[in-house]
């Protein structure tokens, strides 16, 4: 599930695949399903929110 939301994320964002972001996507992505979101959309759609606020 977080893969597809990283890949989801980068297609939407157009990410290179060898781009540093995703390193920091992923641990973005980690701490929030952490932090208790689980469902899908809901963590593509926190990641959205989180990453455009910085």
Partial sequence: MMA???EA???RFAVPEDA???DELAF???VIFD???RDEETLLAEVIR?????
């Avoid at 989180?50 to 910085?54: E, G, I, K, P």
């Fill in 9 to 11: 994320y980068c297609v």
């Fill in 35 to 37: 932090n208790g979101i």
């Fill in 28 to 30: 973005e992505i980690l």
């Fill in 50 to 54: 989180l990453r455009q606020v910085h």
């Fill in 4 to 6: 597809r939301v990283m």
């Fill in 20 to 22: 540093t972001e995703r």
